[in-house]
């Protein structure tokens, strides 16, 4: 299996626009941010604007897979993470062509290998096939910190990585 990870750039970002949507597609039944689409078939269109206007805190990665674009994941520092932390997976997605076959997995541990420290995820509660992905990936790969319930809608969880 050859997932390869690289930084987006701005020749990537209709493309990642366009994989954001489908992303906040797929989180719309767990979300209520994301209800109904512009005129142009957008939940938000600028969404990824601030992944684009070079702040290093914030880093978009396309994923692909077999040298084909299969999703995208975004690394983010401080100050866009939970305090005590030094980074955020802040989204993940993969087009369902390629889910269930480990690939989240390797684009996670990849950055996790190269950006070693203490990360705290922020989950949908609802979304249980990400709450499990999670709890998996943790249990087998880091060190598990804590879980805390952000609002009604998320919790939070954090742990380091082995070094």
């Excluded at 299996?1 to 990537?12: E, G």
């Excluded at 992303?23 to 957008?42: A, M, Q, T």
């Excluded at 062509?97 to 950006?115: D, Q």
């Excluded at 790969?141 to 809608?153: G, P, R, T, W």
Aim: proline letters at 3%; hydrophobic letters at 40%.
């Amino acid at each position: 299996m050859m997932v390869k990870l690289r930084i987006a750039n701005d020749n990537d970002k209709e493309l990642y626009r366009n994989m954001f949507n489908m992303y906040h597609n797929d989180i719309s039944p767990y979300n209520n941010d994301f209800l109904e689409i512009d005129g142009n078939g957008y939940f938000e269109k600028d969404a990824i604007d601030c992944y684009f206007d070079g702040n290093e805190s914030v880093k978009p990665y396309i994923i692909a897979f077999n040298n084909k674009t299969a999703g995208c994941i975004v690394l983010s520092r401080p100050p866009f993470v939970k305090p005590g932390c030094d980074y955020c997976i802040q989204e993940l997605f993969l087009l369902g062509l390629y889910r269930g076959k480990g690939i989240a997995e390797s684009a996670c541990l990849y950055l996790m290998k190269e950006y070693k420290g203490r990360y705290c995820i922020i989950i949908l509660k609802e979304n249980h096939r990400a709450m499990s992905f999670w709890r998996k990936l943790i249990a087998k790969n880091a060190v598990f910190i804590s879980e805390e319930e952000l609002d009604e809608k998320s919790i939070a969880l954090e742990f380091l990585t082995k070094q």
